[in-house]
């Protein structure tokens, strides 16, 4: 499944992508006689009620999806998306995870991930414009794949990390390089927590339809440019590295989110560097996932 999340008349909603168009889920469950309960219109709600809840969902849109039932579904284009998960609990981000982006940055090779944290406040939807605060003058792009916890982890072995995966989204780590680089010491969650700077989206992508996630390739387009290209086989941390030794120290919960790392090309790293600017256009895609697009106010 794609799921969504989505604003209506009633307010938030989880919903699915059917081809061009969205399902409620809720509201399809509820024609089909089922409980509409197990699909509250909050996203991170709707993964803590675990297998049920997806298994519930898969119902709904299977439901949704007959010929007789086209009145449940709405053009997703009229549909105004929300970030998949608009309020995560925690957003941990990794950083220098892609070998290429490691080796343009230079410096010792990690023994273990290198974590930071960006606050819910950062997040923004699909098509957003992000805001960067006037005093800032560097800030920056960075593509990533994100994993979203929908199973609550604690102390987790790698051979059942994947057990704990709702599925996957595409983010953009926007960030105030000169916070992270030009100051002692530096304030990488910060640089990287600003209003806005995690644009998210467009939907989860569950595991049966993402596939592996050591094979997933992502792609970045600044202005229609391509300026980022990378493969998560590339990751010096795979996902479940990553959940084994996140949760080795803290418990992930469902609707948490792992940004996984950028590939290499973001700004700072460019000669010379460039920074983003107000009119940017930014296009971030995975092919077994989707499609990010978003906009520098």
């Not at 007959?66 to 608009?86: F, I, T, W, Y």
């Not at 199973?151 to 704990?164: G, K």
């Not at 926007?174 to 467009?202: H, I, L, N, W, Y």
């Not at 084994?244 to 290499?264: C, Q």
Request: contains cysteine; aromatic residues 6%; hydrophobic residues 45%.
């Amino acid at each position: 499944m794609r799921l969504l999340s989505f604003e209506a008349e009633a307010g938030p909603r989880v919903g699915a992508a059917l081809g061009d168009s969205v399902v409620d889920l809720a509201a399809a469950l509820a024609a089909l006689g089922g409980d509409a309960a197990i699909i509250p219109g909050d996203m991170t709600a709707f993964l803590a009620h675990g297998e049920a809840a997806m298994v519930a969902a898969a119902r709904a849109l299977a439901f949704a999806a007959r010929p007789e039932n086209a009145a449940l579904r709405r053009p997703l284009g009229e549909a105004r998306l929300l970030a998949p998960v608009p309020r995560p609990g925690k957003i941990l981000g990794v950083g220098r995870n892609y070998g290429a982006h490691a080796k343009e940055v230079g410096g010792p090779v990690q023994e273990i991930p290198r974590i930071f944290t960006k606050p819910a406040t950062a997040v923004a939807p699909p098509g957003a414009l992000v805001r960067i605060p006037a005093a800032v003058r560097k800030p920056d792009w960075e593509a990533e794949i994100g994993v979203v916890i929908g199973r609550t982890a604690r102390e987790v072995r790698e051979a059942d990390a994947l057990r704990h995966v709702a599925g996957y989204t595409l983010l953009d780590d926007v960030s105030a390089r000169e916070f992270q680089f030009d100051v002692q010491p530096p304030q990488t969650s910060f640089a990287k927590g600003m209003d806005g700077f995690c644009p998210m989206g467009p939907c989860i992508v569950t595991p049966d339809e993402a596939g592996e996630p050591w094979n997933l390739q992502i792609r970045c387009w600044l202005n229609g440019e391509l300026v980022q290209e990378g493969n998560t086989h590339d990751l010096i941390f795979p996902v479940t590295t990553l959940i084994a030794h996140l949760s080795r120290y803290m418990t992930l919960e469902p609707g948490d989110v792992i940004a996984t790392g950028a590939p290499a090309g973001s700004g700072a790293f460019r000669d010379p560097p460039r920074w983003l600017k107000s009119g940017d256009r930014l296009r971030i895609e995975c092919p077994r996932i989707g499609v990010l697009e978003h906009g520098i106010a």
